[in-house]
């Protein structure tokens, strides 16, 4: 069974700095997808960045990027000139990829990221 | 272009009773899940829906089932309602034609007391 794991339950940052959030997964699958959601205290998960395992390129959405490490199983999310607007609960989640394979999400437990201003 | 609705945002019911909640998926969108979410922890998947059928199925007891409607919209029941069974419930409406992601609403607040 897949497993994801976030070893940092909290993390803060300073308003306009950087900071990265960790995220491990283990899984025997080569075709997968990995995501990382936020959750704001609105409760709504919200889509922040996905990565195809087949791709190498790391994705990046505007400030948002990852360092995907398919070998070492790993899949950090990279926040750029935080804002105060990124305050929130982070998950990563994993999802086969594999036609006829599992559809489910598997989420680690998060980090909840504080922006001091 | 309206997301995922879910009705309703919270809810208080008493241990033994049943509950439904209920989801209306984003337009386009013909699948269906349904997750769990205890406080402080990552959601937990229950089961999804596909062409009205229960396609996958986490590891939940019987007391929770569900169903889907031929306009996609889904209903969670669980029974005999648990202490346990207090948390976060998250709907999340995905297309068969497009497998990388999912869209969530903004949960249904369960208290059981």
């Known amino acids: 069974a897949q497993t994801v794991t976030q070893s940092q339950p909290e993390m803060s940052v300073q308003e306009a700095e950087t900071v990265t959030l960790s995220c491990t997964y283990d899984t025997s699958e080569s075709d997968y997808y990995l995501f990382w959601y936020k959750q704001p205290p609105s409760r709504q998960m919200i889509l922040v960045i996905r990565q195809e395992a087949y791709k190498q390129q790391n994705a990046t959405e505007n400030r948002f990027s990852v360092n995907f490490q398919k070998a070492a199983k790993s899949f950090s999310l990279k926040i750029s000139d935080s804002q105060l607007g990124d305050a929130a609960m982070y998950f990563c989640a994993y999802r086969s990829g594999s036609q006829g394979g599992s559809e489910k999400l598997v989420f680690g437990k998060g980090t909840k990221l504080t922006v001091n201003p | 272009d309206a997301g995922v609705t879910q009705s309703p945002t919270h809810l208080i019911k008493t241990r033994g009773q049943q509950v439904t909640l209920r989801c209306s998926p984003k337009?386009?969108?013909?699948?269906v899940s349904w997750y769990q979410q205890a406080l402080g922890q990552g959601p937990q998947f229950i089961f999804q829906?596909?062409?009205?059928?229960?396609?996958q199925r986490g590891n939940f007891p019987d007391r929770f089932s569900g169903h889907q409607f031929p306009n996609y919209s889904s209903e969670l029941n669980v029974n005999a309602l648990l202490l346990g069974d207090s948390a976060l419930y998250l709907c999340?409406?995905?297309?068969?034609?497009?497998?990388?992601?999912?869209?969530f609403g903004s949960g249904t607040r369960l208290t059981v007391v």
């Open positions: 829906y596909y062409e009205e059928e229960e396609r």
């Open positions: 337009s386009g969108h013909d699948t």
């Open positions: 999340a409406s995905s297309s068969k034609r497009d497998r990388r992601g999912y869209t």
